[in-house]
């Protein structure tokens, strides 16, 4: 079964645990919109690479100039990965074969982690 969001899916490990079906595994979690998180997370450190060097450069009396070279240093294996098998799943609860008193599943998902690195060197005036 696919779900679109988190909550879905705790309602879902829910109800499987009232009829009693308590062997579930979620194979597969994923944020849809990630490669444009990674572009927008890629340009605030395009420009805080620019705002360090400026700061750099000030006491200099020197001015940074156009970028002369960029490169990505992301982990791209990684990133495309995302998070395969339950790592980003907890779920707490108690079977009722081996708990007189019912107690329904704490689904909780955890926040993917997005990282970019960039390498930046530019001109100095």
């Known amino acids: 079964m696919i779900v679109q969001d988190a909550l879905t899916a705790g309602k879902v490990i829910i109800a499987l645990e009232k009829i009693e079906v308590s062997n579930v595994d979620i194979e597969k979690i994923e944020f849809s919109e990630v490669d444009e998180l990674r572009l927008a997370l890629k340009s605030k450190a395009i420009i805080k690479a620019r705002q360090h060097a400026e700061s750099m450069c000030s006491p ?5 100039g156009n970028a002369i070279f960029i490169s990505d240093l992301s982990d791209n294996y990684r990133a495309n990965q995302m998070h395969e098998g339950v790592a980003g799943v907890q779920i707490r609860g108690y079977s009722p074969k ?3 008193e019912f107690k329904p599943a704490d689904v909780q998902f955890e926040k993917i982690k997005v ?5 930046v060197k530019f001109k100095i005036e």
């Open 115 to 119: 990282e970019s690195t960039v390498n």
């Open 60 to 64: 200099l009396n020197q001015k940074v």
């Open 98 to 100: 081996y708990d007189k």
